[in-house]
Structures are given as structure tokens and as C-alpha cells.
């Protein structure tokens, strides 16, 4: 016992264990002869200074992988964000938490949300108002992440799982039954911080569902007027109607993908051009899948044989106002083009591919 003590308090440095001491107090004073005060002031400074986490190979947490594959097989969801806290000890047992919030798909929009507690890989099945996990999330302000919380406080409404995870060498219950955790500070505090980050990554998402919702429907009225207006052109100028794709991608600063194809001795030579029309650097892949082997791949594309054909992908980065062309030569028979396939950004922000 004595030998463990000794190796705990080692780990502190010569320098961290200077910092600790009061400044107006002699290092080598005997800790008896300390007033309350000086007491006080030691006690104040040991919560002041970080110290190396104490050691995690005795715990066994879930792991965010492990966490995000759970929720997306028990629900249908449109959104998942997970966190895992520093290790943190309370009364000289380390412990860890584990945060994971799903959000939409086919959660139920008003009702209280779903909470899912774990203590040690174990679900915490009864006694939920008495845990500690429950009041941590009853205080957080879910207004201020976009969730309803009609009184105020308590447990917030909307379409959202939420799973705790608490592994510690010893988790305080609050009874034999071990149904629920007990509200000890250090713990409580870890919980809040976890909930509070997957909340801001929600609230994150949320913002920008809410943009790309008024992108949608900026585009849907411009691809109603801006074929209007160029039929009217047209009639009126005698001309061909032109592709309002390049017009819409430049008002609404959207990356821009569209294809050229000519005929030549039963070869069809394609050109897909990329245009990044937005002021930011767009990074993505962009997926070809023919029915037939390309010749003259430029630049080089890595190809993945599919059961009826071939996925040609290139991975691109073009800076805003920049354009990049891809080509490749096929057999003329019997091909049909698909629409060129944009994998790493969304929908919204694409014009000419899906």
C-alpha cells in the first residue's frame, strides 16, 4: 500500500509540486504546523494545478465507434455527434465520460427526448430521476442549442437519443441496486461538459441544415423564372435555348460539373469540366461509373470494378473561381452516360451532378 502511494505521488514533478506550495510558506514546513488558513490557501492551489491524468488501462470505456454504430442500428437517424471527456477523478478513482447524441430520422418531433445511461459498459434501466446523468442533462439550457425546453429547465423536447457513459474503477451509486449514479461534483461537471459539446455540433448542424433549406429554395424559385426568361430570349432572338446550369451555379456560387461528348470513328471523347464558382475551397470526389473500361484516363482515375461496370473516381480540390478538366475516351455502342456523382459535399452546393 505504502509502495503505491509513493509511486502516485512521484508522478508529480519537482516543478508542479513547487507551484503547489504557498509562496510566503517554507517548502520544508511540516504539514502540522499549518493554520486553517494556510490550510485553506494549499487546498485552493491543489485544485489550481493540472497534474498528469491518472492512468486508463483500468477503465473500459465504450469508444466512439462503438457508440455511433449503436445508435445507427437501433434508430434511423439523420444526424449522430459523440465526444469522450479527459479522464477525471473523483475521491481518488479516475473515471471517464462518454457522450452521444443522435438527432431526426424518425424520432418522435414532441416528445421528451430518449436518455440512455450506462455505468461500466451496464444500462442504468430504473430510477432515472434520482441519477445524476438525468440532472446534469435537466440543467443544461437547450434553448441555446436549438432543442424546446418549455419550462425552462428539465428534460428538453424534440427529436433526439442521448447516451451517457460513466466508466470509473468505482461508480457511486446511490444504492445497492445500482440503478442510478450519485451526484458527486466532479462527475456532474464531466457530464455537463460532454453534453455541452455534442450540443454545440448539433446546434452547428442544425445552422447549417437551415442554410443549405434556404439555398434549396433560393434555387428552386431561379430554375422556375430563368427558364421563362431564356425561352423568351430565345423566341425573340431566333436562337437555340441555352443550358441555364452554368447561370444557376454562378448565382448561387455552386460547384459546376457538366460534360461534353463527341462522337469520333465509334469512340465517344468526354470532357467533364468542374468549375468552383463559390469563394471557398471545395474538396470532393467526383465518381464516373461507365458500363465499358475508359482509354486515355486523364489525369489518372482510381478505377473500382462494380458487378455491371467500372467506377472511375478522382479526388479534387479547386479553389473558389477555379476550373479543372477530366477526359477519357470509351466504345460508342450501346453506352449511356450517367449523371457524374459528387461524394464530400452537399447537394445544395452542386449544380450538374448528383
Not at 445524476?132 to 425552462?152: D, F, I, M, R
Not at 466508466?167 to 457530464?191: C, G, L
Not at 459546376?256 to 468549375?275: A, M, P, S, T
Not at 486523364?298 to 479534387?316: E, R, T
Request: with cysteine.
Amino acid at each position: 500500500f505504502f509502495f503505491k502511494q509513493k509511486t502516485a505521488y512521484e508522478i508529480l514533478s519537482g516543478l508542479v509540486g513547487s507551484e503547489m506550495c504557498i509562496r510566503d510558506r517554507d517548502p520544508e514546513e511540516a504539514p502540522t504546523s499549518l493554520d486553517h488558513e494556510a490550510a485553506s490557501r494549499l487546498h485552493c492551489a491543489f485544485k489550481q494545478i493540472k497534474v498528469k491524468s491518472p492512468p486508463v488501462d483500468c477503465l473500459s470505456p465504450i469508444g466512439e465507434e462503438l457508440i455511433k454504430a449503436g445508435l445507427e442500428k437501433e434508430y434511423r437517424l439523420d444526424y449522430i455527434a459523440t465526444t469522450v471527456r479527459p479522464v477525471s477523478v473523483y475521491s481518488g478513482n479516475p473515471f471517464l465520460v462518454e457522450v452521444g447524441l443522435g438527432y431526426g430520422g424518425e424520432l418522435e418531433k414532441e416528445g421528451r427526448i430518449e436518455l440512455l445511461r450506462f455505468a461500466n459498459r451496464v444500462p442504468l434501466v430504473y430510477q432515472q430521476g434520482a441519477c445524476a446523468v438525468t440532472h446534469a442533462v435537466e440543467s443544461v439550457s437547450w434553448k441555446n442549442y436549438s432543442l424546446g425546453q418549455p419550462t425552462g429547465s428539465g428534460v428538453p423536447v424534440g427529436p433526439v437519443v442521448l447516451l451517457v457513459h460513466i466508466a470509473s474503477t468505482n461508480i457511486p451509486f446511490t444504492s445497492e441496486s445500482k440503478d442510478a449514479v450519485a451526484d458527486m461534483p466532479e462527475i456532474w461537471a464531466e457530464i455537463d461538459l460532454g453534453l455541452k459539446e455534442v450540443a454545440r455540433k448539433l446546434r452547428r448542424y442544425m445552422v447549417r441544415q437551415s442554410v443549405l433549406s434556404e439555398r434549396r429554395e433560393k434555387e428552386e424559385i431561379i430554375r422556375k423564372i430563368l427558364p421563362r426568361i431564356a425561352q423568351k430570349l430565345s423566341d425573340v432572338l431566333e436562337k437555340e435555348l441555352p443550358d441555364i446550369g452554368p447561370v444557376v451555379a454562378k448565382i448561387m456560387g455552386n460547384l459546376l460539373v457538366f460534360r461534353k461528348v463527341d462522337r469520333n470513328n465509334g469512340q465517344l471523347n468526354v470532357k467533364i469540366q468542374v468549375e468552383n464558382h463559390s469563394e471557398q475551397l471545395r474538396s470532393f470526389k467526383l465518381h464516373e461509373v461507365l458500363a465499358v473500361q475508359a482509354d486515355s484516363v486523364s489525369p489518372a482515375a482510381k478505377i473500382i470494378p462494380m458487378g455491371d461496370g467500372y467506377d472511375y473516381h478522382w479526388k479534387l480540390s479547386i479553389g473558389p473561381g477555379q476550373a479543372t478538366t477530366l477526359s477519357y475516351s470509351i466504345t460508342a455502342e450501346g453506352v449511356s452516360l450517367k449523371e457524374p456523382v459528387i461524394e464530400g459535399l452537399d447537394a445544395e452546393i452542386v449544380t450538374g451532378a448528383r
